[in-house]
């Protein structure tokens, strides 16, 4: 709406379910938005080389790239846009974006690059966590599952110090005291869903940061 990019989209995906809900879900909602693809297909699970792909969505015009891609395939298709040299404005990745090692492998050019996942790392405890973290592997986590476990971890130490070492009472605790304060903010319950999460990040500065929703 502020034609900083025009209404052309790529979208490649694995072919496999993880690749196809994703697709099925997001695809009417991009055209409810207004976006045409220019490119939409699916790559076999495994592939070796997807410069054909990235070839494509070069020569397509579009100004936005999506790819619902596992970990090889995600470091596969950064490392191959930047020997094609295409840098579209929106470069959007899909597992694996998240990880530390991701940001390590393609150094600068991972800025701005965007993903599935996120997390705030200025979030309270955030920090601390990130410093025992790396002092007990050697190495920083992943800026999604990795906060989000240990979150889960944090809300069933609490309800057990609300109720003690009952199962049955701490299930319930868990699923109507809500909410639990962790490093990923407030978890709330209460509807058995963890409604208020990331789902998409972006590199910003060397780190992997929630973006979107901004609710």
């Given at each position: 709406?502020?034609?900083?990019?025009?209404?052309?989209?790529?979208?490649?995906?694995?072919?496999?379910?993880?690749?196809?809900?994703?697709?099925?879900?997001v695809t009417p909602i991009l055209q409810s938005a207004g976006f045409e693809?220019?490119?939409?297909?699916s790559y076999p699970a495994g592939s070796a080389d997807l410069t054909n792909e990235?070839?494509?969505a070069k020569a397509s015009g579009a100004d936005?790239?999506?790819?619902y891609s596992y970990p090889p395939d995600t470091f596969m298709l950064s490392n191959t846009a930047v020997t094609q040299g295409y840098n579209p404005k929106v470069f959007h990745v899909g597992v694996g974006t998240a990880f530390a090692r991701y940001g390590a492998v393609m150094k600068e050019k991972a800025e701005g690059v965007m993903g599935i996942g996120g997390w705030d790392p200025k979030a309270p405890g955030a920090e601390d966590y990130l410093k025992r973290l790396v002092a007990l592997t050697n190495q920083p986590g992943d800026a999604w599952a990795a906060p989000v476990t240990y979150a889960?971890?944090?809300?069933?130490?609490?309800?057990?110090?609300?109720?003690?070492?009952?199962?049955k009472k701490a299930l319930d605790a868990i699923?109507?005291?809500g909410p639990y304060q962790t490093i990923v903010g407030p978890i709330d319950l209460k509807t058995h869903v963890r409604g208020k999460q990331w789902s998409v990040?972006?590199?910003?500065?060397?780190?992997f940061v929630g973006v979107a929703p901004g609710d």
């Open positions: 709406s502020e034609n900083k990019i025009n209404n052309k989209i790529v979208m490649l995906s694995i072919a496999d379910q993880f690749g196809a809900e994703f697709t099925s879900g693809f220019a490119l939409r297909k990235i070839k494509e936005s790239f999506v790819a889960s971890l944090q809300v069933l130490e609490q309800a057990i110090e609300k109720v003690g070492l009952d199962r699923a109507n005291s990040g972006q590199w910003q500065r060397g780190e």
